[in-house]
């Protein structure tokens, strides 16, 4: 099956600092990647959509600003936290969808990145 | 706004039983619902989808039922396992620009099966 990929797993950074998590489809093509956000105890909310060679979209309430979205190459995406906060620690969580999967509604989950900021 | 939500945050049962657990829903205006499983520190694992025109769809020893009348959606276990302990999300998936579609979670049940 398509297996998407995340690094780091987990990341420790002091405030205001910038933080990168990478996605990465391993065996497949990904024209389109999915950004979310998981609290302890909830659920995942979609942060943004991103198509390969274009800008992301974002969802109500997310700043584009402060989650940098780069979809530069068709197996990879980044998800950049600028000058991050305690607040913004959280379970970042990518997905991508297979094109040539033949289901267009299936994502393909990432086992997402552990970010928690001092 | 329009959401997806769960009746039990948790659901304790003990090997063997069945299990059943239960989303509610809000917009109609969806193509598809879907059940992930979500284990521990990891991301969602796909368990069985069913689109919006059905009522029924079953799986290997999984059952999804979609009653649309008062906007329920239950996912059935039959035997269950202690493996299959984890958090139970249902997603509303609705269709997007560029043949994808857009999910929208709701809470979560925490499934935790006794041996």
């Known amino acids: 099956g398509a297996v998407v990929s995340q690094h780091p797993s987990w990341v420790i950074c002091k405030s205001g600092t910038s933080v990168k998590i990478e996605c990465r489809s391993l065996?497949?093509?990904?024209?389109?990647m999915f950004w979310y956000r998981q609290f302890p105890k909830q659920s995942l909310m979609l942060m943004a959509t991103?198509?390969?060679?274009?800008?992301?979209?974002?969802e109500q309430g997310v700043e584009k600003d402060k989650f940098l979205i780069n979809h530069a190459s068709l197996t990879l995406s980044t998800l950049t936290v600028t000058s991050a906060h305690p607040e913004d620690s959280s379970f970042y969580i990518c997905?991508?969808?297979?094109?040539?999967?033949?289901?267009?509604?299936?994502?393909?989950f990432g086992p997402g990145t552990r970010l928690t900021v001092l | 706004g329009e959401s997806v939500g769960l009746h039990l945050p948790t659901l304790s049962v003990q090997e063997g039983d069945n299990s059943i657990i239960n989303c509610a829903y809000s917009?109609?205006?969806?193509?598809?619902f879907i059940w992930y499983k979500q284990e521990s520190g990891k991301g969602p694992q796909f368990i069985i989808d069913?689109?919006?025109?059905?009522d029924k769809r079953q799986g290997q020893r999984v059952t999804v039922l979609l009653n649309k009348t008062v906007k329920h959606l239950s996912l059935q276990i039959a035997a269950t396992q202690p493996g299959d302990s984890a958090v139970y999300f249902c997603?509303?998936?609705?269709?997007?620009?560029?043949?994808?579609?857009?999910?929208?979670f709701g809470k979560g049940t925490l499934l935790t099966v006794n041996p």
């Open positions: 917009n109609s205006a969806s193509d598809y």
């Open positions: 997603a509303e998936a609705r269709y997007i620009l560029g043949s994808n579609y857009k999910l929208t």
């Open positions: 065996d497949f093509q990904a024209t389109t």
């Open positions: 069913i689109r919006s025109n059905m």
């Open positions: 991103s198509n390969e060679g274009s800008k992301a979209t974002y």
């Open positions: 997905s991508a969808r297979d094109p040539n999967s033949g289901r267009d509604n299936e994502q393909f």
